[in-house]
């Protein structure tokens, strides 16, 4: 899964992409994050720690993604985990790289205050910073394209060990801090129409990848939006696609011209998946001849859950 982390790494190193990615996702469609206004930062992350013996120890992360987003008069560090699988220890994981983000910040700033020697006040000498210094938001998104539903924790919570007396639990968890993932989950994405950018097609091939008469559905009525699609949106259907592997055949195969394209490529899928379906329903309709079923044959020209149930039931 690793090939898969990458296509989406390089995907959203364009930052219209990316502002489109956290746009959709964390504002909701609204066009908050400008591209021209997000800057990458450095992906490493890490602190010194020194033990009472006077050993140290570094504690290093490298994220995946990490971009420094204005809005406005603040700035916040925005940042993405790509997951080609399942992660169980993801939200272990997600607190890790924020709490190292937010102690380089901090230690940054005690930085500044010890060269300006400004720290009067105890309680500000002991802190290494003053009430009104602010850390900026740290917020990781994590992208996962894995075939199967996530079905690993969502929330540090998630992760603990509960089984102590009922009665407990819930002022216990009422205690307990928190700390949720913010999961994006390509294949069961609600509102594909938030995205502006091709993260739209893509994610959308993805989402229906799984469902043969819902792919073939969806590349039929995006077909120009799938064909404007830039190369590296290309590559990275073609490589996250998976078990879809009939566009790379199709692209692949001996004998094309060097101008065949991923258009002319999505012109044949859409070509072969009206031949499946109509010999689907060819062979549902003899089936339901052999049973003397006419009132379904009826039935099944214009109700399309009907035909998927039959589909289904008859294993078509």
């Known amino acids: 899964m690793a090939r898969q982390d990458f296509y989406i790494k390089k995907l959203l190193q364009d930052r219209a992409r990316f502002a489109d990615l956290y746009n959709a996702e964390i504002f909701h469609g609204k066009q908050i994050l400008k591209a ?85 006040k105890s309680p500000e000498f002991l802190s290494g910073i003053t009430r009104r210094d602010k850390l900026q938001p740290v917020l990781t998104l994590v992208l996962y394209c894995g075939k199967n539903s996530w079905d690993g924790p969502k929330s540090l919570s998630d992760m603990l060990d509960l089984s102590g007396p009922r009665e407990c639990i819930p002022d216990l968890l009422a205690a307990l801090p928190d700390y949720r993932i913010n999961l994006v989950d390509i294949r069961n994405i609600k509102n594909l129409e938030h995205y502006k950018t091709g993260l739209q097609q893509v994610f959308g091939m993805l989402k229906y990848s799984t469902d043969k008469s819902k792919f073939y559905n969806y590349i039929t009525l ?41 258009c002319k490529a999505i012109d044949d899928l859409i070509a072969d998946g009206k031949k499946e379906g109509e010999l689907r329903m060819a062979s549902l309709i003899s089936i339901l001849l052999k049973e003397n079923r006419l009132d379904l044959i009826a039935q099944i020209t214009g109700n399309e859950s009907l035909r998927r149930q039959l589909f289904q039931h008859y294993h078509l």
């Open 36 to 120: 021209e206004l997000l800057s990458p930062v450095s992906l490493e992350s890490g602190i010194v720690i020194t033990d009472r013996n006077g050993r140290r120890q570094t504690i290093q992360r490298r994220r995946d993604i990490a971009m420094k987003a204005s809005l406005g008069a603040c700035f916040i560090a925005a940042c993405c985990e790509a997951q080609g699988e399942v992660h169980y220890g993801m939200p272990v994981r997600v607190l890790t790289y924020d709490a190292l983000d937010y102690t380089e910040q901090l230690t940054d700033i005690q930085k500044e205050h010890r060269k300006k020697k400004d720290l009067a």
């Open 222 to 262: 995006n077909h120009d939006q799938i064909c404007q699609l830039d190369d590296d949106a290309l590559t990275a259907v073609m490589g996250l696609l998976g078990e879809n592997r009939r566009l790379m055949r199709l692209l692949a195969a001996p004998g094309r011209e060097e101008e065949y394209t991923m």
